[in-house]
């Protein structure tokens, strides 16, 4: 890994400490440090975003906010949090919140996500995002948390959908007008994971396409796909788990390529976190989903130009 400097100047107030690149339209991957010197020695510099877990980063410094600078300089940045326990009884963790803003902070990224979930308990912390119950408690409940965590960040949140392989007997309403009334109530953004979505549809046996037709895709500000593995639960029947260690399913891109088609070129993030591939391999999958968005882009033209 190279040499790199440790940014000092953290948090002046209103001065963009790096380049505002855009990233509607385009396709990234979770960025591995591993990874840092192929990305650097990369002769396409000139598309993609890269996308990070906010804990790993809560340090004040060392080599990976090293990494992480170096990458922000030269591409949009996502930041996605996984410990922030949306869906808890517990109030938040302010010192875990303010950590989060101060990445922000420093680090101005294009797109800030979080998930529908929760992970404590009193002062234990799972590595695990647990699913919760669709009722109008929760649902307040959630809708506190993300406008806190708005306030604190002072931007929209990005909220995710969940893969779950448990439902619960007290839901009163179906998860995508769960999702909705959120939406409605807090003002915040949605990151559609699509693996996310076959994956519980499978597990639950529903249509991914009824899902799809009731989620508030026009509110979407990011995508996420990945892989997923397939295990058996104790009757025997199948068991997807959303596992982020392999290659996109072919119902994934399909399902993908449906959503683009509904909603416009969203930025796509693909995410291999376990067994993670050497950089060309990841980098491939980032192109084939670029490609689906580079398609529907001349679709679209196509489309405003027969109109005219």
Known sequence: MPNLAIDADIGAPGVLRFPAHP??????????HQHLPSILADDRRDGGFFEVHAENYMGAGGPPHAALRRIREDYPVSLHGVCMSIGGQQPLDKAHLR??????????PALVSEHLAWSTHNTTYYNDLLPLPYTEATLRRVVEHIDE????????LLLENPSTYVVFKESTMRETAFIREIVRRTGCGLLLDVNNVFVSATNHGFSALDYLSGYPLEHVGEIHLAGHAEQQDDEGDLLLIDSHDGPVADAVWKLFDIVIGRCGRIPTLIEWDSATPEWPVLKA???AAQAILDRHAVLQQEWIHARV
């Open 23 to 32: 990233i509607a339209g385009l396709a990234g991957t979770s960025f591995k």
């Open 99 to 108: 950590r989060f803003a101060g990445l922000i902070e420093r680090y101005e």
């Open 149 to 156: 965590v708005q306030e604190a960040i002072r931007r929209p």
């Open 285 to 287: 999958e980032a192109q």
